[in-house]
């Protein structure tokens, strides 16, 4: 079958001018953030994307009558840089509920925060999954991880860290090993301790979701705030360096000259565009999506984040995406479900959608097989790498105008690239036109 696949580019290309006061390089989450700034400090601006549309890793596309994106991927409204520079209430963000459905010896059991749903305290100290001991190990592991202070200790990986806060057996097992192996990318607990309680406050404090329309609409809200003709898609850069009185951007199109370039791709691309600049590895994270005649959970779990505590197979956590925002099923008409399935590594061949097919339906208890594969992505750099010692931001200032903006600049989330092109900007206000930027640059 033969399946139509669009993207979602609301916005015309603009023609590539041959100067522009600043060049930045992608118009990902930090590129545009970065230009917004600029612009907004009066600086002409210029953002030159690869890809046919904005967003970088954060892209939406309609398959048929429903909404995919890229990759499964959420937005945090507790992310302190997200209320600055984005309208959540044009996002429509659509929650997931807080808490976790998990598979286990052929059960299923949910859990929810109590803080959050208070009808679920009974159902939290039902949770059959791990010992009285165990479960108190983990509520002084979260208690902790709310405390700043505690940031400050020691840096190890995050599964040196589990030990040292004495958290094991099968809660740890099923549930938190998972869980965090979906937010960062790998699941043998060698990402910093420090960063990954960062990530776990920030669930504490919000509640993720996707926008109603899709993780597209974010980078769209973001290029709607630049003057028209600021970015150009569909055009590549192969190379930055000096004109005679300028920088200079190569493209398959032409030069443009510059007062200062930002790059702002991801880390593996920004390594080849800016000689000697130190970038971390990327974790690969692929995902499938599944067309369900009907949803494979019943409506009291259909918006929560499903785990196969058993661990059977390649697929680290799933989700029945059109039940938590049902704008990801267009058509009206169109009663199907939308199921995501995260898998770690860039592998979306006919063997492991195989996998991926049993080990969901064991955790559903549904006869995965039958579902339509609507789409399958491997992204083979979607996360940078932190690695203890997390220590904080990278220098963003690659010498003479040349600045680098994207979350291997900050750390590997949704917020680190926000920041980091908020931090390009000043430093590019700072060093390249002597003005004070909008907070102090690093």
Known sequence: MTVSSTLETPHPPAALRSSAEVVVVGAGLAGLVCARHLAAAGIDVLVVEAADAVGGRVRSETIGSFRVDRGFQLLNPAYPEVAKVLDLDALDLQPFDAGV???????????????????????????PLGTAKEKAAVARWLLRVTSAADLKGEDSGWSD??????????????????????????????????????????????????????????PDQLAAGLPAGSVVTGVEVRHIGHAPRSLVVET?????????????????????????????????????????????????????LHLDGDRTGPVVNSAVVSAVAPGYV?????????????????????????????????????????????????????????????????????????????????????????????????????????????????
Request: glycine share 10%; aromatic share 6%; hydrophobic share 45%.
């Open 161 to 218: 860290g589990l030990d040292a806060a004495e958290v094991h057996g099968e809660l740890r097992w099923s549930v938190l090993e998972p869980f965090l192996a979906g937010v960062v990318g790998e699941v043998d607990g060698t990402t910093s301790r420090r960063f990954v309680d960062l990530l776990v406050r920030t669930f504490l404090r919000g509640t993720p979701g996707v926008p109603a329309r899709g993780m597209q609409a974010v």
């Open 330 to 442: 267009l058509a009206g008409s169109d009663h199907r479900a939308l199921v995501s399935a995260q898998v770690l590594g860039a592998d979306v061949s006919e063997a492991t959608e195989t996998r991926v097919r049993e080990q969901l339906g064991r955790v559903y208890g549904v006869n995965a097989a039958a579902w339509t594969r609507v789409a399958a992505h491997a992204i083979p750099h979607a996360l940078p790498v932190v690695a203890p010692p997390f220590e904080g931001p990278k220098p963003v200032d690659a010498g003479e105008n040349v600045f680098v903006a994207g979350d291997h600049r900050e750390n590997a989330s949704l917020q680190g690239a926000l920041v980091s092109g908020r931090r390009a900007a000043d430093a590019v206000l700072v060093k390249a036109f002597g003005r004070n930027g909008f907070h102090s640059a690093r």
């Open 252 to 304: 398959a199109e032409g030069g443009v000259n510059c007062e200062a370039i930002v790059v702002a791709t991801d880390a593996h691309a920004a390594g080849h565009l800016v000689p000697g600049l130190q970038v971390p590895e990327s974790n690969a994270i692929s995902t499938f999506w599944f067309g369900a005649a009907t949803s494979p959970a019943p409506a009291a779990r259909e918006k929560l």
């Open 101 to 127: 459905a998990v598979h286990r010896g052929g059960r299923v059991s949910a859990v929810r925060d109590p803080r959050r749903h208070p009808a679920a305290v009974l159902e939290a100290l039902r949770f």
